[in-house]
């Protein structure tokens, strides 16, 4: 039987209880990304240092590791859609693992804006066979079981 993790970035947890939902309906495992240095605590900091290191490439450094991440087949992949896109926390995450013969399921949590250019910057940092992004704000139980079935 395929293996799924559920690795999720979540700054106020509005992603991680998706992740958590997502966990409850498939009995997958769950792994938060978490990086050394917090984000600000305030919605206009977290804008600030989300832009610097998107416009400058920057990758934060990560706490924690999946153990025996290569026993995982399938992996879905939470976030929030920050500047139009997936966290540079995200890109970090996919640089310490080899995702070859992996399935990647993209999710987002967002204000309005939708997925926009996440599974592309996702494909561009992940040798795996990235699927296009869920948005994940509305995602009922039965919809998650249906999203997982896509191939």
């Not at 293996?3 to 498939?26: D, H, P």
């Not at 832009?51 to 706490?63: I, S």
């Not at 066979?129 to 249906?146: I, S």
């Amino acid at each position: 039987m395929a293996k799924l993790l559920i690795a999720y970035f979540s700054k106020s947890g509005t992603t991680r209880a998706k992740a958590e939902q997502i966990a409850r309906v498939t009995g997958g495992d769950l792994f938060e990304i978490k990086t050394e240095k917090a984000y600000p605590q305030s919605y206009a900091g977290t804008v600030i240092v989300g832009k610097k290191e998107q416009l400058t490439g920057e990758l934060p450094k990560l706490t924690g590791r999946v153990e025996d991440f290569a026993a995982y087949d399938r992996v879905a992949l939470g976030f929030p859609v920050w500047w139009f896109t997936c966290p540079q926390a995200v890109v970090s995450f996919l640089s310490q693992y080899d995702f070859s013969g992996k399935t990647v399921w993209p999710f987002c949590t967002h204000g309005g804006s939708g997925p926009r250019g996440s599974a592309g910057k996702i494909r561009a940092h992940c040798a795996g066979d990235v699927k296009d992004c869920l948005d994940a704000n509305k995602l009922t139980d039965e919809g998650v079981a249906e999203w997982l079935k896509t191939e």
